[in-house]
C-alpha cells in the first residue's frame, strides 16, 4: 500500500514571501502520479499541480513548483510570492497510472497561512 | 460548464438514523470517487465507480455504508444506523479518464455530516 507524509501541520509566512511545503511517499510502483490540492475554508478541493512520476522535469504553474526527487521518493511545493489567497489547506496526493480503482492516496495536510 | 455537485451541503442527523448522500458527476467523466475527511485528517478512499461496472466495495468502512450509481452518472453514499464516528465531510469527485493522462479528479463541495 501507498503512504502519503506530510510532516508540516501548519506553516506561516508573510505575503510575498516564498515556501515551500513537504510531502514524501512510499510506493513499489514505477508509473505514478504526484499531485498537491488545495482546499480553501470552502472546501472545495483544487488542482494546483500535477507531476507525472516518469518525467525528470519538475512541474510548474505560473507561482507553484514542485521539487520532485523520485529516488528520494520526495515531492515538495514551493510557492513564491506568496499571496493572502494562498491561505489554505495543502494536500499531497499520490495516484497509480495504471488506473483510479483505489483513489487517491492522501497526506495529513499542510495548513497554510499568508500573513499581510 | 458544471462543475460537481454534491447534496446536501451539510446534514445534520441522529445516531442510528440512515442518511443518504447524492453527488452528480461532471457531464461525460466516466469515473467516479467517494471520499471521506475527519476533521484535521487527510481524505480516506471509499469506492470507485468506472462507468456502469459494479464497484469495489472494500474500501467501505463498514457494512453499514453502501453505494450506488444509476445510469454511469449520479451516484448517492448511503450510511445505515450512523454513529457520531461517522461524522465528517464526504466528498465526491469525478475524473475523464482514470488511468491516462487526463486522470485529473474534479472535487465536489462536499457534504458535512454531523451526528448528534
Known amino acids: 500500500a501507498q503512504t502519503v507524509t506530510q510532516s508540516q501541520p501548519e506553516m506561516s509566512v508573510q505575503e510575498a514571501e516564498t515556501v515551500t511545503l513537504s510531502c514524501t511517499y512510499d510506493?513499489?510502483?514505477?508509473?505514478?502520479?504526484l499531485f498537491w490540492y488545495k482546499q480553501p475554508p470552502s472546501r472545495q478541493m483544487i488542482l494546483v499541480i500535477r507531476?507525472?512520476?516518469?518525467?525528470?522535469q519538475n512541474a510548474t504553474e505560473n507561482r507553484f513548483s514542485v521539487n520532485f526527487q523520485k529516488a528520494a521518493k520526495s515531492f515538495s511545493l514551493k510557492i513564491s510570492d506568496s499571496q493572502l489567497g494562498d491561505t489554505a489547506m495543502y494536500f499531497c496526493?499520490?495516484?497509480?497510472?495504471?488506473?483510479?480503482?483505489?483513489?487517491?492516496?492522501f497526506g495529513k495536510g499542510t495548513h497554510l497561512i499568508i500573513q499581510p | 460548464g458544471a462543475g460537481v455537485s454534491q447534496s446536501p451541503s451539510n446534514k445534520v442527523t441522529e445516531k442510528g438514523k440512515d442518511v443518504e448522500l447524492r453527488c452528480d458527476p461532471i457531464s461525460g467523466h466516466t469515473a467516479l470517487y467517494w471520499y471521506r475527511q475527519s476533521l484535521g485528517q487527510g481524505l480516506e478512499f471509499l469506492i470507485y465507480?468506472?462507468?456502469?461496472?459494479?464497484?469495489?466495495k472494500s474500501g467501505l468502512p463498514s457494512d453499514r455504508f453502501s453505494a450506488e450509481r444509476t445510469g454511469g452518472s449520479v451516484s448517492t453514499l448511503t450510511i445505515q444506523r450512523t454513529q457520531q464516528e461517522d461524522s465528517a465531510v464526504y466528498l465526491c469527485?469525478?475524473?475523464?479518464?482514470?488511468?491516462?493522462?487526463?486522470?485529473?479528479?474534479?472535487f465536489g463541495p462536499g457534504t458535512r455530516l454531523t451526528v448528534l
Open positions: 507531476q507525472e512520476a516518469y518525467k525528470q
Open positions: 469527485a469525478s475524473s475523464l479518464d482514470p488511468g491516462g493522462p487526463y486522470n485529473e479528479q474534479f
Open positions: 496526493a499520490w495516484g497509480w497510472s495504471g488506473g483510479g480503482a483505489d483513489g487517491l492516496t
Open positions: 465507480f468506472q462507468g456502469n461496472s459494479a464497484p469495489d
Open positions: 510506493t513499489s510502483e514505477s508509473n505514478y502520479y
